[in-house]
């Protein structure tokens, strides 16, 4: 099914302080996180830091062929911005941008989260594009919920779950 025929939920929650928001065109706070080296090294393969303009180009991009979301954390009374993530059934990408919360289980809440919208909207399998080699750290997060190393790409592999009903 085209992700045009699919109603992307404006709030999926995750847990008690942990949701999904869905991408609204307002974006640029997010440069802080694109504009560090390790992070774009993590998610581009190399450390050319974001412009607004590629930023924008690159979220416009996901935005047509995905389902795109913030990764929000209440609190101090409100929901923030810590990250962002992209669906659809041939790569999800997830960026923990604000470093304080990495390595804290968020990505694997969010990644399972999509992965049960990924059953209830029928599909039968999920695949990764590609993890480079160096990501250590997103290669445990995808293989600790299943994810099979499907074949070697580029700079590191390409990733399959077949997902059972």
């Not at 990764?71 to 604000?98: K, L």
């Not at 919360?101 to 999509?114: A, C, E, S």
């Not at 990924?118 to 919920?145: C, H, P, R, W």
Request: glycine fraction near 6%.
């Amino acid at each position: 099914m085209p992700i045009k025929d699919i109603v992307q939920p404006n709030i999926i929650p995750i847990d008690d302080v942990l949701r999904l928001r869905k991408f609204d065109g307002n974006f640029y706070f997010a440069l802080e996180w694109y504009q560090d080296e390790e992070t774009v090294w993590y998610v581009d393969g190399d450390r050319d830091l974001y412009s607004k303009e590629l930023l924008e180009k690159m979220y416009m991009y996901w935005n047509s062929v995905s389902e795109v979301y913030f990764i929000e954390v209440y609190t101090n009374g409100t929901y923030q911005p810590i990250g962002d993530v992209s669906f659809h059934q041939e790569d999800m990408p997830i960026v923990i941008g604000n470093k304080s919360y990495r390595g804290k289980g968020i990505g694997k809440k969010v990644i399972q989260t999509l992965i049960e919208r990924a059953k209830t909207l029928g599909y039968d399998k999920l695949y990764i594009e590609e993890i480079y080699d160096f990501n250590v750290a997103s290669q445990a997060l995808y293989m600790s919920l299943g994810f099979k190393k499907k074949e070697f790409v580029n700079k590191g592999w390409s990733y399959e779950l077949i997902l059972s009903s």
